[in-house]
């Protein structure tokens, strides 16, 4: 069976932390490569707050190119309504049912995951793969995966990473008061963020 990654998100933008994730997640765990999976319409967030798709596409693009085992998914761009990860999981595990699936979150994720669409669908259908980001510590997070694993069944790892308080709503602040987002992204994603004058305030394009 081949072991494959889920990196899902807005990428709005896509920083360090989400690639961080990643990797780490790649070799903990021994995946063969992680899907970076730019979501359309996810039902937890406003789609006038969303940059296009395009921009987040390629800045994924931008933030993975270099790395053999990070790959770009359409998936959820290409379908049409609502974002559901449910839903993605089931169209994948039926066209590729040789393969494993992690989904990889922050803890944050974790704790909100019975509010989610069908969680009993996903933890069926993959392993969930969290570490901790904000202000859950390693100890709730534990406790949060027995308590799940226990309800539904599920396959729940614990990331070994370093604490990782990034996230892209603080980013887009950030650029839209002025100040620099420079190293907490990629340098590719940072010059097109500039390029393309994203997240900037109106007075300041």
């Known amino acids: 069976m081949m072991k494959v990654g889920i990196m899902g998100g807005t990428f ?4 360090m932390a989400h690639l961080i994730l990643a990797q780490s997640s790649l070799e903990q765990l021994g995946l063969n490569k992680v899907l970076f999976m730019p979501s359309k319409k996810p039902p937890h967030k406003r789609n006038d707050m969303i940059t296009e798709d395009w921009h987040r596409e390629k800045m994924v693009e931008l933030a ?3 790395n053999p085992h990070f790959e770009l998914s359409r998936v959820e ?3 049409e309504g609502t974002t559901y990860t449910a839903d993605t999981l089931k169209e994948l595990t039926s066209q590729n049912p040789e393969v494993t699936y992690y989904f990889i979150m922050g803890a944050d994720s974790l704790f909100q995951m019975e509010s989610w669409w069908e969680p009993e669908t996903i933890f069926r259908l993959a392993h969930i793969v969290a570490a901790v980001r904000g202000n859950e510590t ?3 997070l534990k406790e949060q995966a027995e308590l799940l ?3 539904y069944n599920a396959f729940i790892h614990i990331l070994n990473t370093p604490y990782l308080d990034i996230a892209s709503h603080e980013l887009r602040s950030m650029a839209e008061s002025g100040s620099s987002i420079r190293y907490f992204v990629p340098d590719a994603v940072y010059d097109y963020i500039k390029g393309h004058q994203l997240f900037l305030g109106k007075e300041q394009k």
């Open 12 to 15: 709005n933008p896509i920083h």
């Open 64 to 66: 993975i190119q270099g």
């Open 77 to 79: 761009l290409e379908r």
């Open 138 to 140: 390693r100890t709730e």
């Open 149 to 151: 694993s226990t309800k």
